[in-house]
């Protein structure tokens, strides 16, 4: 690769850690996230509001991209970690220790979470941490016996986990932390209780 190609492909790189690192920053001190702009991150990020648009497109791209970057550390703990969230726990074990790892995401990134989901409901389902929740779960429900239409379920199962939903059981005076933890694992056990028990080990 030609020098030039090589460093100018090194500060897009550089600029858009540099973006994320203000979003970040400021959706996170941000009593009204919804009020945040592309030129305020740029602003931040000490680059120019163009170099924002061409990394990430719009509003809503840079939104994904901030939650992918926060997300990671709980993909890792799905992909490669132990039980029960990772592979090799029992599929009944798993659907809830999934489900509880969304849930304490979207907890610990309202603002985030909840802008994301305010940029457009078709704008979520086609996100890609969304498509691969939903694989992951389908997947792992498919292998309960006697469970009818994992991909339905899988959805219906996110549902419980949406940012504003979320948002609604947490707010003021609502469900602590611990009891809504406790209410979606009681319903997700209800859920893959369908069928016949897995044999005792």
């Given at each position: 690769?030609?020098?030039?190609?090589?460093k100018t492909r090194k500060d897009a790189a550089r600029n858009q850690l540099a973006v994320l690192a203000a979003a970040d920053a400021l959706f996170a001190r941000a009593q009204s996230p919804?009020?945040?702009?592309?030129?305020?991150?740029?602003?931040?990020?000490?680059?120019?509001?163009?170099?924002?648009?061409?990394?990430?497109?719009?509003?809503?791209?840079?939104?994904?991209?901030?939650?992918?970057?926060?997300?990671?550390?709980?993909?890792?703990?799905?992909?490669?970690?132990?039980?029960?969230?990772?592979?090799?726990?029992?599929?009944?074990?798993?659907?809830?220790?999934?489900?509880?790892?969304?849930?304490?995401?979207?907890?610990?990134?309202?603002?985030?979470?909840?802008?994301?989901?305010?940029?457009?409901?078709?704008?979520?389902?086609?996100?890609?941490?969304?498509?691969?929740?939903?694989?992951?779960?389908?997947?792992?429900?498919?292998?309960?016996?006697?469970?009818?239409?994992?991909?339905?379920?899988?959805h219906a199962l996110l549902a419980a986990t949406r940012a504003d939903l979320v948002e609604r059981l947490a707010g003021p005076e609502g469900l602590s932390r611990e009891e809504l933890r406790?209410?979606?694992?009681?319903?997700?056990?209800?859920?893959?209780?369908?069928?016949?028990?897995?044999?005792?080990?």
């Amino acid at each position: 690769m030609p020098e030039p190609e090589r460093k100018t492909r090194k500060d897009a790189a550089r600029n858009q850690l540099a973006v994320l690192a203000a979003a970040d920053a400021l959706f996170a001190r941000a009593q009204s996230p919804e009020d945040l702009t592309m030129a305020d991150v740029a602003a931040a990020a000490g680059v120019g509001k163009g170099t924002v648009f061409r990394a990430f497109g719009d509003r809503a791209g840079l939104l994904r991209a901030l939650y992918e970057a926060r997300l990671e550390p709980v993909r890792e703990a799905v992909e490669a970690g132990p039980p029960p969230l990772g592979p090799g726990t029992p599929p009944r074990e798993r659907v809830p220790a999934l489900l509880d790892a969304v849930l304490c995401f979207k907890l610990d990134n309202r603002r985030l979470a909840l802008a994301l989901e305010a940029s457009g409901n078709s704008a979520l389902y086609q996100a890609g941490h969304y498509e691969r929740w939903h694989a992951l779960l389908r997947s792992v429900l498919a292998e309960i016996p006697g469970l009818a239409d994992p991909g339905f379920t899988a959805h219906a199962l996110l549902a419980a986990t949406r940012a504003d939903l979320v948002e609604r059981l947490a707010g003021p005076e609502g469900l602590s932390r611990e009891e809504l933890r406790a209410r979606l694992a009681r319903y997700a056990d209800r859920v893959v209780a369908t069928g016949p028990a897995a044999p005792s080990r």
